[in-house]
């Protein structure tokens, strides 16, 4: 079966500092990976996407950033935090190339609080 | 812009209650409706509804798609302590090629009180 990891799951940082969180899916293979964010009293915001290694899709302009090193690897990263970076980020995966019938599996999230 | 509108917000009911929970859309391209419950982390998946008035059932929950009036319910009957949640509405839209997306409402907050 598979499954999704993220870490950590809480992070306190402070403005100006770098960040790096990891998800990782076991289990199935090229997955369609997926960042939100979700800021308090907020739906889930899609900030981005990637079909395959080293295909990124950016869906708002942000202090963000992603990567996919490997095939169920995904990591979103910044230079420097800002406050409004704070949130609840959520990684999901889905099926490629069946996605209009599958849900999104969601990971447990990191709860980030820049001060 | 495409929209998903949850009502209510919030509400608190007591145990044995049934509730009607409310997602409303505009988004061009639909292809399904998903509902998810999120209690303190990973949102769960509960339905993908991609019919219009087909009801789909799991135990006191169920949920039904208006394709034509662009809404959808889900209902909870007898409601228990461990139903309080935020509930999620999300749309999956297609955005080309082989992609499909989802946008997602506010969420409604429930509360069961024993």
């Known amino acids: 079966s598979q499954t999704i990891h993220q870490w950590p799951a809480t992070l306190v940082q402070p403005v100006g500092s770098p960040l790096s969180l990891e998800c990782t899916v076991e289990g199935t293979s090229n997955p369609n990976l997926y960042w939100y964010r979700q800021a308090a009293g907020r739906g889930l915001q899609l900030l981005f996407y990637?079909?395959?290694?080293?295909?990124i899709s950016s869906e708002v302009p942000q202090n963000l950033s992603a990567s996919r090193p490997q095939d169920r690897q995904f990591i979103l990263s910044s230079k420097k935090l800002l406050l409004s970076d704070s949130g609840f980020y959520l990684c999901a995966w889905s099926p490629s190339g069946t996605g209009e019938y599958y849900e999104q599996y969601f990971g447990p999230g990191t709860r980030l609080t820049v001060t | 812009e495409d929209k998903v509108v949850q009502s209510p917000l919030s509400l608190v009911v007591h145990e044995g209650d049934t509730v009607t929970l409310n997602c409303s859309y505009e988004v061009t391209n639909f292809r399904s409706l998903l509902w998810y419950k999120q209690e303190k982390k990973a949102p769960t998946f509960l339905f993908m509804l991609t019919s219009s008035g087909i009801e789909k059932k799991s135990g006191r929950l169920s949920s039904i798609l208006d394709k034509k009036e662009l809404f959808s319910i889900l209902n909870i009957t007898a409601t228990q302590t461990g139903d309080s949640a935020v509930y999620l509405c999300?749309?999956?839209?297609?955005?080309?090629?082989?992609?499909?997306?989802?946008?997602f409402g506010k969420g409604t907050l429930l509360t069961v009180n024993p």
């Open positions: 990637s079909v395959g290694i080293g295909q």
């Open positions: 999300a749309v999956k839209w297609y955005s080309g090629g082989s992609n499909y997306k989802l946008t």
